[in-house]
């Protein structure tokens, strides 16, 4: 089955009309009646109302097809930059792309970060530039910027030209009728051409004057698109169906099938989870290997836990589909995974992709409802929404009757509001966002704990708090012997080193440490694995209090492409937002600078920018690190809670006397 399957993701950058794309792909291969519209709201790939409201895709879909004998499983993603964390789940299920790049618009800041990501991870693709009929459409222009800005292994297939009245549409395919017809022409030369040059065998015999056979040239061609030595270009115009069968051709042509066997042992990723009316929850899985059957008993090797598959679907279009079994190489939706979450491995990890990061949230907001009595229900919709978006971070501070979130941008927050309106009937309001900070310790110290008091409790520890390289993360160790603290306890505390540095003495999560347990003791009738848990939290925050921390900011790595005479601008623009770079280079009137810029002065600047240069000048950033920064630079948080350091009445919550 493996071999006629490709499980292809549809990628742009917001508005080059990839979901038009996706909606003609399932209209040309006849699974939809009429292709829908993302102006009117119809497109089977846009399933929330917030989604056909807005004309902006908000989560992956995934759905499947037939296309010339064999399986389609398109993965469409968003658009928008505040969702790329949608874009990093599709990753690790699809093996090929389409990226989409509009005509009028070119190589847009988003469209470079996803090919960068697809380029990093080899991932084969395809590129179609859309709309090539739209007013100050220039598709040479694209392509040259394609060269310039994306890679220089592409090859054109097609021609566009233009019509009367200022129409446009394809001239010359690549084909065997191209080929045997129209083999003089400079499009079948260059592809010729350019095939051969990547197969020395190939090379020597069109040097020589012999005959090369169309099946070969495509053979080669496939295989070096495989191997992305080469990125297939095609055009079209994705509203009217121009260039769609020809796309899809492609794909089936160019694009690899799947690696993997049904007889190896079982590996595959939960990439998305959803919360069906009929079915409950649901996980969308990726198998790279083995076979799941109706009803088998499937391993979550993240979770630990095993669960049946009660239910195993296919999406067509809107409607599931029962099937018997997944395969591996398949996409496909399995019920009864109810500790599944976004991420988990299924089986073994050995053949599963990594994890790629486009992105992080570097904002958070508090949320709250517009009706008091509503703050169970929104807690909950919100951890509801967290499963399908882990990157949400929900922090229910149910004493204090506060929920957080972690967000991307101000886009991400409206439809949050909608979805949770929608789905949930829960209206809620959130406040200003703030950019996340961190902290790390700023010298070595100790921090110490005695809960022996009021008993039953008894928990003794010290650590070492010992400040760690930058991007360290944190690393734990224990010098002190299972006599002293047993090993339960020990395991208790490993376990709450976490939720120890959630919050700092500044009011952010503690990173780049390393915490060693070099003392303490337990009590063979009062000790209790909680009363370690507690004692911990305390005894790593007066650690920090002694030890004092370090404000960390979030920097982020840019690349700013513009017209040459706002040079002079734009660079007193980043030196005002505490920006480092380099020299400018410069080509056809355009810079180029990349450097390094605060998230807190910049999250603003892409919109500037843009109204700045008219919409000529583009910026991509990505997270790079986190770097020091001073108090005035950045800014401290209140603890959210009842801080360990009000060490009473921490215990006191603890043991559930007071409730804030």
């Known amino acids: 089955m493996a071999r006629t399957i490709r499980n292809v993701g549809i990628v742009a950058h917001v508005d080059a009309g990839k979901t038009t794309v996706t909606e003609q792909l399932l209209f040309r291969a006849g699974v939809l009646r009429t292709a829908g519209s993302v102006d009117r709201g119809t497109c089977a790939s846009d399933s929330l109302s917030v989604e056909r409201e807005r004309g902006i895709s908000v989560r992956l879909a995934t759905i499947s097809f037939e296309w010339d004998d064999a399986r389609i499983n398109i993965i469409d993603t968003p658009g928008h930059v505040d969702f790329c964390a949608e874009i990093e789940r599709s990753l690790r299920a699809l093996d090929c792309a389409v990226l989409v790049l509009s005509a009028a618009e070119g190589v847009q800041a988003h469209a470079e970060t996803i090919f960068r990501a697809l380029r990093d991870l080899e991932i084969p693709t395809i590129i179609f530039i859309n709309k090539i009929d739209r007013m100050g459409a220039d598709v040479d222009a694209v392509i040259a910027e394609i060269g310039r800005e994306l890679t220089p292994d592409y090859l054109l297939l097609q021609e566009a030209e233009g019509r009367e009245q200022g129409e446009f549409g394809l001239g010359l395919t690549w084909c065997e009728k191209t080929w045997r017809e129209h083999g003089d022409s400079a499009l079948a030369r260059n592809i010729v051409e350019t095939i051969a040059g990547l197969d020395d065998t190939m090379l020597e015999r069109y040097l020589q004057g012999d005959e090369l056979v169309f099946a070969e040239l495509e053979r080669s061609l496939a295989a070096s698109t495989a191997t992305c030595r080469l990125y297939p270009v095609l055009c079209g115009v994705a509203k009217n169906g121009v260039g769609i069968e020809q796309l899809l051709d492609g794909i089936i042509s160019y694009l690899p099938a799947p690696d993997g066997s049904i007889d190896s042992p079982l590996a595959g990723v939960v990439f998305k989870i959803d919360h069906d009316p009929a079915l409950g929850k649901v996980a969308h899985v990726r198998l790279f290997s083995g076979r799941i059957n109706l009803r088998d008993v499937v391993p979550n090797a993240t979770r630990g836990v095993e669960e049946k598959a009660n239910q195993l679907r296919k999406l067509y279009t809107t409607k599931y589909v029962k099937i018997d079994s997944l395969e591996a190489g398949d996409i496909g939706v399995v019920c009864g995974l109810t500790q599944a979450q976004v991420g988990d491995v299924l089986g073994e990890g050995e053949h599963i992709p990594d994890r790629y990061s486009l992105s992080a949230p570097l904002l958070t907001a508090r949320v709250r409802p517009a009706d008091d009595g509503d703050i169970t229900a929104l807690a ?88 760690g390289p930058a991007g360290s993360g944190v690393t734990y160790e224990s010098q002190v012997g299972v006599n002293d603290i047993a090993i339960r306890y020990q395991s208790e505390i490993e376990r709450t080193i976490d939720k120890a540095l959630r919050q700092g003495i500044k009011g952010w999560e503690v990173t780049d440490l390393k915490i060693t347990l070099v003392e303490g003791n337990h009590h063979h ?136």
């Open 380 to 467: 909950h919709a919100l951890q509801e929404l967290a499963a399908e978006d882990p990157l949400l971070d929900i922090q229910w501070l149910r004493e204090q009757r506060e929920l957080h979130v972690r967000i991307t941008g101000w886009i991400q927050i409206e439809v949050l509001g909608a979805i949770l309106r929608d789905r949930f009937n829960v209206e809620a309001e959130f406040e200003e966002p703030t950019i996340i900070y961190r902290e790390t310790p700023a010298r070595i110290g100790y921090g110490h704990e005695e809960y022996t008091m009021p008993k039953p409790c008894w928990a003794v520890v010290k650590y070492l708090l010992e400040p």
């Open 525 to 660: 009738v009062h000790s209790r694995a909680g009363d370690f848990a507690l004692a911990t939290r305390m005894a790593i925050m007066n650690g920090l209090v002694e030890t004092d921390t370090t404000l960390l900011e979030p920097i982020l790595e840019f690349r700013i492409v513009a017209p040459e005479h706002l040079l002079g601008n734009i660079t007193s623009d980043l030196i005002s937002m505490r920006a480092t770079f380099g020299n400018p280079d410069f080509e056809q009137g355009k810079f180029v600078l990349t450097g390094m810029i605060p998230a807190a002065t910049s999250l603003e600047y892409p919109i500037k920018l843009a109204s700045r240069s008219g919409g000529k000048a583009k910026i991509a950033t990505r997270l790079s690190s986190y770097e020091p920064c001073t108090l005035e630079q950045g800014r401290t948080s209140a603890y959210r809670g009842i801080s360990p350091l009000d060490r009473a009445k921490f215990i006191l919550q603890a043991r559930g006397a007071i409730t804030e």
